[in-house]
């Protein structure tokens, strides 16, 4: 049999099990699956060099299906060839064909999206939510290459969902950062979910973008299987030479199936009748195309043998010890520093200590103080520039994490809202990720509003309430107060596999700490013991809360104050120091609500136990001032305000 009847008779194959098994699932996208049948049997049965029995095998090609909805194609792919799956990563075991018949079944490896925590570890992080792919595939490419490993990584992308901006960042970024092993491959069959895509859309638009992005590339009949091989073989020639690619490829959604190439197919299983006629539609399709005899035949190929890298992680120096290190120890004495020049220590002492430890920032390194690693030339290779681009960033890292790497991605954390999104669909993949938002609270006063950082520790702490792949919080949000405790929250966040989001401030702060004192994820830390009050507060809020305590303590409130770190945090202990100080509870933030005062709240009431909370929090739209005094008091956060607050609770008055 011809190459070209070949891959035209297992495209055929797979649709047919395509049909069946969206069929099997009563829900599914198997129109567009059948539109990317030609070049997914194309890649996995002939270009890619991989291993169907070990998909996560180091040096094997990648595959990024950016088109997540299209996924039932690669899991006929997988039942065909037995690429092993399962949730047990240390139990693998090959893929039947009787498997397709669990689609989207809650007790199922195969979901209706891909997603390797799942069970399906063939791709490396969950897609679905469209324009993402792209960028996962980007920090697959720059693991690789930090590795010495020559891996293709292929993304499809669909043409409707490439007017994402995402999309586009992630093409500048591969260009900027010369990554000429991706290779996009936009799928253009012309229909959206409810309507037909934008001429904006069209193959030749797409292609003129791409062009225009400093992208060779190859516009091809997405069905016509020596055109798609004959487009792979030359971008693979680019790279070698250093350009890279893009292969925009014209398809047919439904094709082979005439019945179901309107646009009202999206999203709908082809069941009953309907089910039999596209079969019989699909067997008439392979008469024509199947007949040639003689010549190639497909065949996988396997990647290069992969040696596990030499080298071992060296102890990480404490704050005192990295300071007079690196010239600081004129400000260690001064006994003052913000809490993200702190993590800025703990992020380069991290990467001297372990080659694992990567760096990415949007543009604001100077400020986020990445820039102290991005200097250190024993592993600026492993700082990544991403500009102005937060969802290409924080996808990038989750493609970071999936090659084996620790990814801490940094910005302001008001612009780190944008790619909210994006860092959900990382805790979904298992990604080991770490978020740092910096200039958080009310405390960029001057710069105003759209530099503040408010709703993010309500959000971040959601995904906390949540148990992951592993079991354990979904997030753990940290809130350091001084340096001390944001350098070893910053270590502990590394040392922890999972996603963490930890909010720095900007204003120079004291010392609260030493390091005497132990931070754990899931902790907290008592600051003063007293038995009227408990004041619950971390970060910056914690120093205005540590002058209440002066007022109040002239008053003859005698006030317990907590640093609550981390969230989650343990409960028990901290609602029986809260049973010692009569119930009575003050939180402070300087976020708008839902944060630390909600934890609190939902620790109290599913305790049964009788309490008193009292909430502050950012209540007002701020605006911006000249001095962190100016937007304490402008939002009623400052000390004198919560001294009478919690006066108040005890029935006095400052």
């Known amino acids: 049999m011809s190459f070209d009847a070949a891959v035209h008779a297992k495209a055929i194959q797979l649709d047919q099990l395509t049909l069946q098994s969206c069929a099997a699932a009563g829900s599914g996208h198997p129109s567009s699956a059948l539109s990317l049948g030609h070049i997914v049997t194309v890649l996995l049965y002939h270009a890619m060099r991989w291993v169907p029995e070990d998909p996560r095998y180091p040096t094997s090609d990648r595959l990024v299906l950016s088109e997540g909805h299209a996924v039932p194609i690669i899991y006929a792919a997988g039942a065909d060839l037995g690429i092993a799956f399962g949730r047990d990563l240390n139990a693998l075991r090959p893929m039947q064909q009787s498997d397709l018949g669990t689609l989207r079944a809650i007790d199922s490896s195969l979901e209706g999206h891909p997603n390797p925590a799942e069970g399906f570890p063939f791709f490396d992080a969950a897609t679905g939510s469209l324009g993402q792919g792209l960028s996962v595939a980007a920090g ?54 409810s309507d037909a895509v934008s001429a904006q859309q069209s193959p030749a638009r797409l292609a003129a973008k791409l062009k225009a992005f400093g992208y060779e590339v190859f516009e091809i009949d997405g ?23 893009a292969i925009v490829a014209k398809t047919v959604k439904g094709w082979g199936v005439p019945s179901i190439q309107s646009g009202g197919w999206h999203g709908k299983p082809v069941v009953a009748d309907k089910l039999r006629q596209a079969e019989e539609e699909l067997n008439a399709t392979r008469v024509g195309l199947t007949s040639a005899l003689s010549g190639d035949e497909l065949r996988i190929f396997p990647p290069p043998e992969w040696r596990e890298p030499a080298g071992t992680a060296k102890e990480v120096p404490s704050l005192p010890e990295a300071m007079r290190s690196w010239d600081m120890a004129t400000t260690l004495q001064t006994g003052r520093l913000s809490t993200r020049k702190a993590f800025g220590l703990a992020l380069r002492a991290l990467g001297q200590s372990s080659p694992t430890v990567w760096a990415l920032d949007a543009d604001v390194k100077n400020s986020t103080f990445t820039e102290w690693f991005a200097n250190d030339k024993a592993m600026n290779e492993r700082f990544v520039e991403c500009r102005i681009a937060e969802q290409n960033m924080a996808s990038v890292a989750v493609g970071l994490s999936a090659a084996g790497k620790i990814p801490f991605f940094a910005s302001f954390g008001k612009f780190i809202t944008r790619a909210y ?91 609260l700490y030493d390091d005497s004192t132990e931070f754990e994820l899931g902790s907290f830390e008592m600051l003063t013991e007293g038995r009227d009050l408990m004041i619950v507060s971390a970060g910056y809020m914690l120093h205005e809360c540590n002058k209440a305590l002066e007022l109040l303590d002239r008053a003859g409130v005698d006030a317990t104050l907590i640093d609550l770190y ?89």
């Open 140 to 193: 697959l490419a720059l693991a690789a290459r930090a590795d010495g490993i020559d891996k293709r990584i292929y993304c499809i992308i669909g043409d409707g969902e490439s007017r994402e901006g995402q999309i586009w960042e992630a093409a500048d970024f591969i260009i900027d950062h010369r990554l000429t092993s991706v290779l996009p491959i936009f799928n253009c069959n012309k229909y959206g979910q």
């Open 223 to 245: 069905h016509a299987p020596s055109e798609i091989k004959a487009a792979l073989d030359a971008a693979a020639a680019k790279a070698q030479a250093g350009t890279c690619s």
């Open 421 to 511: 999104d994006q860092i959900e669909m990382g805790l979904l993949s298992g990604a080991n990720i770490k978020v740092v938002g910096s200039h958080v609270g009310i405390t960029p006063s001057s710069d105003g509003p759209s530099q503040m950082a408010l709703p993010d520790v309500a959000w971040f702490r959601s995904l906390s309430t949540a148990r992951d792949h592993r079991g354990q919080p979904g997030c753990y949000v940290l809130q350091p107060a001084d340096a001390y405790a944001a350098y070893a929250l910053t270590i502990a966040a590394a040392e922890h596999h999972g996603l963490c989001y930890l909010r720095v401030h900007r204003p120079e702060v004291e010392f």
């Open 566 to 654: 981390s969230l989650p945090f343990d409960r028990e202990l901290f609602l029986d120091i809260a049973n010692k100080n009569g119930g009575n509870i003050l939180t402070v933030e300087d976020n708008f609500g839902g944060g630390i005062g909600s934890a609190v709240s939902e620790a109290c009431t599913d305790s049964g136990d009788a309490f008193t909370l009292t909430q502050m929090t950012v209540e007002r739209l701020p605006k911006s001032g000249r001095t962190e005094q100016d937007l304490l008091k402008h939002c009623g956060l400052h000390a004198g305000a919560i001294a009478t607050k919690a006066a108040q609770i005890c029935g006095v008055t400052v």
